[in-house]
């Protein structure tokens, strides 16, 4: 399934897109893509009302389209994860996941604004795969187990302030936790339909320059071995985000480097989940 959110933020209402392309209403069946809905089986149970042919109200025409999850418990980070934005970045190639937090009220929707923060000079863009996690997990036994405790899956744009993350002292999570910095979605596709997210391009534009080009299969540590990783330190809760790295071609590596500015249009796309678009203004 599709799963996707719309309606005005904090408001949002849950809805899954059909085979036509049409979004339904679920808010009959689901209050929310939140920790409580994938913690109790929310995900077959949904299904099952897709499989039955329940009819299902539309949603508005024209509605705007939120995160594909409620705000997460948790949005866990991975940095530095494909080999050659290692590179262009001047760091050693990781030998173990670097782990970071970005603050849970950076997530945004798909076709938000992106709002450049106060004093930036030095927003970056990183299109990434999100993870969505299905179920509470500590200690899984491998990354096999990995499998069974994952949602799905959607787009990702970490956006990051350089300046903040890497000249004002302390941990990445400063630069990376800015409103908006998580653009998520547009829908959430559940691991039944996306078995495989080892081998999926990635992209991003900047004003309809290509940026970012990538495929997932060039990832250093993969989806489920960073699940697995992930569990041996923390208690991974249901709804919780993980977002897994960026491919090279961001601006911070370019020469000369180059960042966002008021009216830069950002586009990202990954293989079978669809894309987003959001412009780029000052933050009031």
Not at 56 to 85: E, F, M, T
Not at 262 to 270: K, N, T, W
Request: hydrophobic share 40%; aromatic share 8%.
């Amino acid at each position: 399934m599709k799963l996707i959110r719309f309606g005005l933020k904090g408001f949002e209402k849950p809805g899954v897109i059909l085979a036509d392309g049409s979004i339904k209403d679920c808010s009959a069946h689901a209050s929310d893509y939140d920790h409580a809905f994938f913690s109790s089986g929310g995900i077959e149970r949904l299904r099952a009302v897709v499989k039955a042919g329940e009819l299902l109200p539309d949603a508005p025409a024209g509605v705007r389209i939120g995160a594909p999850v409620a705000r997460p418990r948790n949005v866990l980070a991975i940095g530095l994860n494909y080999s050659q934005h290692a590179v262009e970045t001047g760091v050693a190639i990781p030998t173990e996941p670097i782990f970071f937090m970005k603050a849970t009220s950076a997530v945004s929707g798909p076709y938000d604004s992106i709002e450049i923060p106060r004093g930036s000079v030095k927003t970056d863009w990183e299109v990434e795969l999100a993870v969505v996690i299905g179920r509470d997990a500590r200690y899984l036994e491998s990354p096999l187990a990995a499998r069974d405790v994952v949602a799905g899956f959607c787009i990702a744009n970490d956006l990051s302030e350089r300046a903040f993350q890497l000249e004002r002292g302390g941990q990445w999570s400063k630069g990376k936790s800015c409103e908006t910095f998580l653009p998520l979605g547009p829908w959430l596709v559940t691991l039944d339909e996306l078995a495989d997210p080892d081998n999926l391009s990635l992209t991003l534009d900047v004003n309809e320059k290509r940026r970012q080009t990538g495929n997932t299969g060039d990832m250093i540590f993969d989806v489920w071995f960073l699940v697995h990783y992930l569990s041996q330190f923390l208690t991974l809760e249901a709804g919780d985000v993980l977002i897994t790295g960026t491919p090279p071609g961001v601006g911070m590596g370019c020469k000369p480097p180059e960042f966002l500015k008021a009216g830069d249009v950002v586009v990202l796309e990954i293989d079978g989940l669809g894309s987003q678009r959001s412009v780029c203004k000052n933050a009031c």
